[in-house]
Structure formats: structure tokens, C-alpha cells
């Protein structure tokens, strides 16, 4: 007997973003399915521009767009055991209400196409579009807030995929990733990986309610997030806040190129790490190697002993930023001719994943 | 010491030189009342300043047509100062005098100031000299003083150094005579520690002034603030393959100019930079540097008056260290540092 096909149904209405999310809450509860929704930034606040848009072998043609909401097709080819293959599926792109330049992209589909088709699409878009990063800190805030608002008994990790950061004596290595299955709980499971000077890449958790459980959640360092229920909790959890952070770091991350003011001033940007970090002057040379790990861009050394000074060029685009380190705390940066959103974004992304995490700033100048 | 070594520490010298005069240049223009930079407080670097009729010949009869000090200060009285910064002193004690000589053109009725009657109703004469240096130039102005080194005005040495105390400072004493301002006078008797996070912006802002830079360290700004802003500003720009080469087309007044208006003084003087202000970067620097890339094969001369580059363009993991390897290479080098017969003294 043929099961009605709720996929199929839900493609063939035409969504708009109001309702959208509780709409794919309410097809997962009917259908078993798992929904993915990936945060990104974009240069450009429309969704037109990608009707149409070719990458390699992926074509998106824009379906239907409706109150912010569009829903798109996405052909891609591929080779599967020596044979050539080609697929279609589909995905609705959100633009964030009162936050033009932050999207969320959902796709109902299969992991095969997520993986081969809409995910490299996206990446193959930057620097127009940018995948954001969650910080070690705030991912756990953010699991905290999902487990206290959605009143949850527990949330068991049942996999988790880490990476740590750069150790001494394991120089030639980059960080390694790692996939485990530890079954621990949030707080045992966060404060192994700040012992092991690490960071969760994407944390699988089951959402518990005593006994009983209710969903089983993917939260990705980029902010992507994969439920099979309880997605309109997972939504304003996870989502909300981290299209939020995009916006507020595509603001503190634009028009800090020199060539874009007037008198060529520099507006640097400050990495609070909020310990002594640099208190052993060790510290400058694990900066400086995780500095090296940054691909397709030189790093040179003007200074590194007792204080940092390094010149950076990304390749690119053409950005460059000098780094300084001239007390225990503070990482600055400052953008150099060149200095795009994108750029800024990849460097800090790049600072935290191999070297350390800290609060990112305005630079204030200090006061003698 | 190797080869790159010495470039490191030329290096080295060299950006401590720029932090000592803008670190003191800032005395005078940081306002501790209001914690910004006065405006009324003008700043200049590399300024040529016409000698008076008494001045305008040396010792061997030759004119003088300018002097180039190192750091200006014009204060708000129509009083000012000057300055030269020395990260080192050479070895050699005979050429000591030849420092101060360069010193007491300084005291002199000079004309070119920046302001209306291009002209002061007095100047300091200010010495900055690192640390490891100052006592025995100090002795040798005592000794030598009044007879062979003589200031009409005052004279003072001021010593530099950087010092690491939980944050990284640029220590500023005075050694001997003192400047004019009693209340910096008295901080300076004492000395004083200037926070570098200060002026980390102006650190990144002015990487040059009016001496010659180290051939590596030019290549590198000229690399990453230049050629790399040109080739990535092409339309379809991608990034290169892993040893492909993108030519681009590049003039030496191209370069000299984005140096000069990103990288100098230039941003620190208030609308007052005129003929006398020469760009910093001499365009014999400059023809080295460029010569410098033909010869390392990462361009090529398009026109036989070589003010014209095709530059090959390619991804590098550490641009500073290439340069300084390629610059090492050259035979001939030995890696010295020559930091006191680069300024043109306007001698002729």
C-alpha cells in the first residue's frame, strides 16, 4: 500500500516565511524526515541573484519566492562507481526579518544531497555568501538556553566530532580531528573539550524528557542545524541567535579597509581572550605556528619576541592585516588597504579554531 | 651573526627607530586633559629646512641647500622643535662627529617650517639615542663639547628602549641638557613609559620614514600593500594555482605613491605637507627594491628608462622570509647595516 507522501505534498504548497518553520515542525511529525537549516551572511540582501546561478555542474533555479521565503531547485551531477549521475533536489532559502544581509537555507532532503550538492553550492559562493562560526562558549550558552526553555529532562551527546587546537611538541601536525561517540552529558562533554584545548565541530545530541526521547538534534560549529523533531524549538535556540551574530559581525567586520576611508585610518579589531594568555612568552610562538596553519596566505614575522608582530596577506582577495600582541590579554588586528568582510571573518574563524577563542571587540585606544 | 639575522635585527632597528620619533613626536601632541591629539600641534618628518646665510656652506665650502631632520614639532607659541633618532651609533668614534655635525646644522635660524612665516621664535635640538648607546655618546658630547660640539640652542639627548613589564612600553629618559617644556622636562628627568598599544594604530599606519628601509622589509610592504592590491583588484581575479604566476603591470610612481600616502607621515601631518615635504621613499630606494625583483625573477623591466615592472605575482607562505633569503643570496651583502649615509643631506 502506497503511504501518502507528506515530502511531496509540502513541495507542491507554496510556503511563505511566516509560517515556514512550524510547517517543516509539523512535516516531521508526520513523515520520518530530518530537516537541515544552515545560517549564512550574503553581500547582497536579495535572493534573486542566485535564480539561475551555475557552479560546476550545480544550476539553482529559483521555483517560486514569497514573502522573503524562496523556494529553489538545485540540478547537480556526479560520479557514482565510474558512472555519471545526475540528481535534483530542492531548498527554500529565508531572508531574516529586519536583518537584509543574514539568510537560513533549509533542505528536507538527503544527506547525499546535502553533502554533495547544496553544501559545496553554497561554499562555492563565497566570499558572497559566508558560513559563520559558533564560538566553543556560545555553543554550550546555546544548549544550556534549548535545554532550561524547551524544560528537557537531559541532553545526551550520542556523537560528537572535535577538534584540538595546536600542541607543542606536535608542531608539524594541524589539529586533529576526532569523532566519538562519549555519550556524556553537556557539561561533562564541554569541559573535556576545554581540558583538551579543543572545540566541538558538530555535537549529536538526543533531547530527553525523563525516559522518553522527544528528538535527536545536530548543532555544527558553522551554525548548522539538523533535527528530526522539535525543530521550531531548535530553530529559536540555535537559528535565531546565530543569524543575529552574522549580523552583528557582518556590521563589525565592514568598511574596515583603509582604501574605503577617506584619510586611509585604520579601524583594528581586538580579540579579548580575557586570561593571560601571553604570560609565557611561549605563548607568542603557539601564536605564531597556528598563524602559519592559515592556508592560502602569507605570514611574516616582523616581531615575535617579546611582543608579536606579524603582517598577514590573504590571497584570496587581496586582504592584509598586521597582528599585534602587546599585552597578556589582547590580540589586535588591523586591517590593512585591504580588508574584506569575508577576510576579517576567515582570519578570526582561523584564529579560533587553531590558536584560542576570545571575545571579539572594537579597538578602543588605550589611555596612558 | 647569519646573514638573515642581520636583516631581522636591521629590521628591527629600523621599526624602532619609527616608534621613537613617533613616540616622541606624541609628547607634544597628546593631550593628557583631554586624552586625544591636539590639532594645534603640527608634526612633520623628513621636512627639508633652508639654512640661514651664515649656514648655507659646510666646512669644506660646499652650499648647504637644506637640512632633513627627522622629526619637526611646531607648537601653538610659534616655538618648535627638532630632532634626529639614532637606533645605533656606528662603532667607529671618529664618525661620531660627524652626527653632531649633522645635529648643529640644526641650530640654526631655519626657514621652512610649516606655518605662515615658515619661520620659529625658537627650537629645541633633540638627540633620541637607544639605550645601549646614550652614556658613551653622552660622554663623548661632554668631552668634545664646547670645543668641537657647540649648541647656541638647547640641546638635549633623550634615550630609547623597549621594555617588557606585562605590556610592552617605549621608555623615553633623558641623559643630558633637557627640552625646553619644563613639566615634559621633569617627566622626562625621571623617564617615561609609553603603553606601544598607544600608538598601535600609527605603528601600522607609518612604516616608513626618510631613511632607507631595509631592502627585505621594503620588498615585503611593496608586496603585500601593492602588488597584491593591484592583482587581487582585477576583474575575475581568482587565486593562483601553487606556482602560477599572475603578471601585472606596475609603475615605480604607482608604487612611490602608495607607499608614500598609506605608509608615511603623510596621514600624522594636518594638510601641511608641501614641496618641502619630500616623499620619504627616495627613488633610489625605490630603483633598488624594484632592481631587487628583476633580479630575484619576480619581474621583469618593460621599458629600456626602467620605470616600468611586470611583476610575476605568486602565492608565498612568508613573503618577509623570501625576500630576506632572496636579499641573503646576493653576493656582496654581507648583511651590515648602513643606517647613517642613507639621508640625503642636501650636500652639494
Not at chain 2, 614641496?275 to 632592481?291: F, G, I, M, N, S
Request: hydrophobic share 40%.
Amino acid at each position: 500500500m502506497k503511504t501518502f507522501d507528506y515530502l511531496a505534498a509540502f513541495y507542491r504548497h507554496e510556503h511563505n516565511s511566516r509560517e515556514f518553520v512550524g510547517q517543516v515542525d509539523s512535516l516531521l511529525a508526520a513523515e520520518e524526515a530530518s530537516v537541515r537549516a544552515i545560517p549564512f551572511g550574503c553581500e547582497k540582501a536579495s535572493l534573486d541573484w542566485l535564480d539561475g546561478k551555475v557552479c560546476g555542474d550545480k544550476k539553482v533555479t529559483l521555483l517560486y519566492c514569497k514573502d522573503h521565503l524562496a523556494a529553489f531547485r538545485l540540478d547537480y551531477s556526479f560520479t557514482e562507481n565510474g558512472q555519471e549521475k545526475s540528481e535534483t533536489g530542492r531548498f527554500f532559502v529565508m531572508q531574516q526579518a529586519d536583518l537584509p544581509n543574514v539568510f537560513v537555507a533549509f533542505s528536507l532532503e538527503s544527506a547525499q544531497f546535502f553533502r554533495r550538492a547544496l553544501q559545496p553550492f553554497l561554499l562555492s559562493l563565497y566570499p558572497t555568501v559566508m558560513m559563520t562560526f559558533v564560538s566553543h562558549r556560545k555553543m554550550k550558552r546555546m544548549l544550556d538556553a534549548f535545554k532550561t526553555e524547551g524544560d528537557f529532562s537531559d541532553l545526551i551527546i550520542t556523537r560528537a566530532s572535535q577538534r584540538l587546537r595546536y600542541q607543542e611538541g606536535n608542531q608539524t601536525k594541524r589539529i586533529m580531528p576526532m569523532v566519538s561517540w562519549p555519550e556524556m552529558n553537556l557539561d561533562e562533554a564541554f569541559q573535556w573539550i576545554q581540558e583538551h584545548n579543543g572545540w566541538f565541530q558538530s555535537l549529536e545530541f538526543e533531547a530527553m524528557s525523563r525516559e522518553r526521547k522527544l528528538g535527536t538534534i545536530v548543532l555544527t560549529r558553522q551554525g548548522i542545524v539538523r533535527a528530526d523533531a522539535l525543530f521550531s524549538r531548535a530553530y529559536q535556540t540555535f537559528i535565531v541567535p546565530t543569524c543575529k551574530t552574522i549580523d552583528a559581525n557582518l556590521k563589525l567586520f565592514s568598511h574596515r579597509a583603509r582604501l574605503e576611508r577617506p584619510d586611509a585610518s585604520a579601524l583594528p579589531l581586538v580579540i579579548d581572550f580575557e586570561a593571560d594568555q601571553f604570560q609565557d612568552v611561549q605563548e607568542n610562538r603557539r601564536l605564531i605556528q597556528a598563524m602559519r596553519l592559515l592556508k592560502s596566505a602569507s605570514v611574516s614575522v616582523l616581531h615575535g619576541n617579546p611582543y608579536v608582530h606579524l603582517s598577514v596577506l590573504d590571497y584570496i582577495d587581496g586582504s592584509a592585516f598586521d597582528l599585534w600582541v602587546l599585552d597578556h590579554r589582547q590580540l589586535v588586528i588591523v586591517p590593512q588597504l585591504k580588508a574584506s568582510i569575508a577576510a576579517i571573518k576567515r582570519l578570526i574563524n582561523h584564529i579560533f579554531d587553531d590558536y584560542a577563542e576570545g571575545r571579539l571587540l572594537d579597538y578602543q585606544q588605550p589611555q596612558t | 651573526m647569519n646573514q638573515e639575522q642581520a636583516f631581522k635585527d636591521e629590521i628591527d632597528n629600523y621599526n624602532d627607530s619609527l616608534f621613537a620619533i613617533i613616540g616622541f613626536m606624541n609628547f607634544y601632541r597628546y593631550d593628557d586633559t583631554t586624552r586625544s591629539m591636539r590639532s594645534d600641534v603640527l608634526v612633520f618628518q623628513g621636512r627639508t629646512l633652508t639654512p640661514s646665510e651664515a649656514k648655507s656652506k659646510n666646512e669644506a665650502g660646499e652650499t648647504v641647500h637644506f637640512v632633513t631632520p627627522d622629526l619637526g614639532i611646531l607648537l601653538p607659541d610659534g616655538k618648535g622643535i627638532l630632532g634626529e633618532v639614532k637606533r645605533s651609533f656606528p662603532l667607529d668614534t671618529a664618525r661620531w662627529l660627524d652626527d653632531f655635525k649633522q645635529l648643529m646644522g640644526y641650530d640654526d635660524d631655519l626657514t621652512g617650517w610649516p606655518n605662515d612665516s615658515q619661520k620659529v621664535t625658537a627650537h629645541d635640538i633633540v638627540l633620541l639615542l637607544h639605550q645601549s648607546r646614550a652614556i658613551k655618546v653622552k660622554n663623548y658630547f661632554t668631552e668634545n663639547s664646547p670645543k668641537d660640539i657647540h649648541f647656541t640652542r638647547p640641546f638635549s639627548i633623550v634615550e630609547f628602549n623597549r621594555s617588557s613589564q606585562g605590556k610592552e612600553y617605549f621608555f623615553f629618559r633623558n641623559v643630558s641638557g633637557n627640552v625646553s617644556d619644563q613639566n615634559l622636562a621633569s617627566r622626562l628627568e625621571e623617564g617615561i613609559n609609553v603603553p606601544m598599544g598607544i600608538y598601535l594604530i600609527q605603528y601600522s599606519t607609518v612604516k616608513l620614514y626618510d631613511s632607507t628601509p631595509p631592502l627585505p622589509y621594503l620588498l615585503e610592504l611593496i608586496w603585500t600593500h601593492v602588488v597584491a592590491v593591484k592583482v587581487t583588484s582585477i576583474p575575475g581575479y581568482k587565486i593562483p594555482a601553487k606556482k602560477q604566476k599572475v603578471k601585472i603591470e606596475l609603475a615605480l610612481d604607482e608604487i612611490s605613491e602608495r607607499l608614500e600616502k598609506n605608509f608615511s607621515f603623510h596621514g600624522l601631518q594636518q594638510g601641511h605637507a608641501n614641496a618641502r615635504q619630500p616623499r620619504v621613499l627616495k627613488d633610489t630606494a625605490l630603483q633598488q627594491a624594484c632592481a631587487a625583483l628583476v633580479k630575484f625573477g619576480d619581474a621583469e623591466w618593460t621599458d629600456t628608462t626602467k620605470t616600468k615592472l611586470s611583476v610575476n605575482f605568486v602565492k608565498r607562505e612568508d613573503v618577509l622570509d623570501y625576500f630576506i633569503k632572496c636579499c641573503t643570496k646576493e653576493p656582496g651583502n654581507n648583511g651590515q647595516m648602513d643606517l647613517f649615509n642613507t639621508k640625503d643631506k642636501g650636500i652639494s
